[in-house]
């Protein structure tokens, strides 16, 4: 049964300073991960998705490494903003099978 | 092109009462998925449809719960006899034909900004 964590569970960093979530997944049998932005009572914004034979993602300030063998996968957020607030959120989808398994999410402040 | 629509976004009910929630996928896609985000918890998936067929239900709870794609019209995810164990957003996404090779394309799952449970 795959298994998602992310960790740490909270960060608060002042704003400028570069961001490094971590998530990790117990089964590398993955067809793809996928990166997440969730505001407080709001629905999910996809942010980046890597394919499994892939080794990151880029998009702005945004850059997202995948190591499948070790069942790690890494976001870079750089220049973290006030607006970079909020939980993000790592989900894999498996070889087999279409559902996502989701990590608990790491719930980030950005302080001005 | 609309994003995919869940309606309501936020639902009250008193314990017994039956909750219907509905998702519209995004235009072009034939596959729905549901998922639930107890309090302070992760997303949990629940059942994966497509038109007219359940193709994966093992995360439904087995009693009250069921959910629908009919031919026409939004899905349905109906619980019945709530209880206020069942106060969570639930979020729908759509995905064209998932495709298991690369070049069918990703077929990447987007998300409803979710409906938002309240039992009394």
């Known amino acids: 049964k795959q298994e998602v964590t992310q960790i740490p569970a909270a960060l608060s960093v002042p704003e400028g300073e570069n961001l490094v979530l971590n998530c990790s997944f117990t089964?590398?049998?993955?067809?793809?991960l996928q990166w997440f932005r969730q505001d407080p009572g709001k629905g999910l914004t996809s942010l980046l998705l890597i394919q499994s034979s892939q080794r990151e993602q880029t998009s702005g300030r945004l850059n997202a490494s995948l190591d499948k063998s070790s069942g790690r996968s890494t976001l870079y957020i750089a220049a973290s903003q006030p607006g970079d607030s909020a939980t993000y959120l790592c989900a894999v989808r498996p070889d087999a099978g279409n559902k996502l398994t989701f990590g608990g999410g790491t719930r980030v402040l950005v302080k001005p | 092109n609309a994003g995919v629509m869940q309606n309501p976004r936020h639902l009250v009910r008193r314990r017994g009462q039956e909750a219907r929630l509905r998702c519209s996928p995004m235009?072009?896609?034939?596959?729905v998925y549901w998922y639930r985000q107890l309090p302070e918890e992760g997303l949990k998936f629940m059942v994966y449809?497509?038109?007219?067929?359940?193709?994966?239900e093992s995360g439904m709870p087995k009693e009250r719960f069921s959910a629908e794609f009919p031919k026409e019209g939004p899905s349905i995810l109906r619980i019945q006899q709530v209880v206020r164990g069942d106060s969570a957003a639930y979020f729908c996404a759509s995905s064209q034909r998932p495709g298991q090779d690369l070049a069918s394309g990703i077929y990447e799952q987007f998300f409803g900004p979710g409906t938002r449970l309240t039992v009394l």
């Open positions: 449809l497509q038109k007219e067929n359940i193709i994966d």
């Open positions: 235009k072009g896609h034939s596959h």
């Open positions: 089964d590398s049998a993955i067809y793809n």
